[in-house]
């Protein structure tokens, strides 16, 4: 599966019609993000029953404003419609396959 750019009026359709979906909130010129981009976009071929997003936050200053992102990069998982997390900062791979593994194993009482 490969990563999807995701808009504001998207947003919460998709995380509605999704289990589980992450979104990369990044930027062009944002070095961290350019190094993340790599490992999230290998991450979303290994778990296609996931939604991988990509948002810009200059493109998409509203959405990125409603999420609370106040850095870059900024992964927010969320899982059956609500965020259950965000992770601020490049993540390495083994970094994010422990976030996928915990949003997979996360259950709301």
């Keep these: ?4 750019t995701v808009t504001t009026d998207e947003f919460m359709n998709t995380i509605k019609d999704n289990n589980i979906a992450l979104f990369d909130f990044w930027a062009t010129w ?3 993000c350019k190094a993340f981009g ?3 976009e290998n ?5 296609p029953d996931i939604y991988y ?4 936050v200059d493109e998409e200053q509203a959405l990125a404003s ?3 992102v106040q850095a870059i990069p900024t992964l927010v998982i969320t899982k059956n419609g ?3 997390g965000k992770q601020v900062g490049a993540l390495n791979a083994s970094q994010l396959e422990q976030v996928i593994n915990a949003a997979k194993k996360y259950n709301r009482a």
Excluded: E
Aim: glycine share 8%; proline share 8%; aromatic share 4%.
């Design 1 to 4: 599966m490969a990563t999807h």
């Design 30 to 32: 944002c070095g961290p």
């Design 38 to 40: 790599p490992i999230y």
């Design 43 to 47: 991450s979303s071929d290994k778990h």
């Design 53 to 56: 997003g990509k948002v810009n």
């Design 66 to 68: 409603a999420a609370q």
């Design 82 to 84: 609500k965020v259950i």
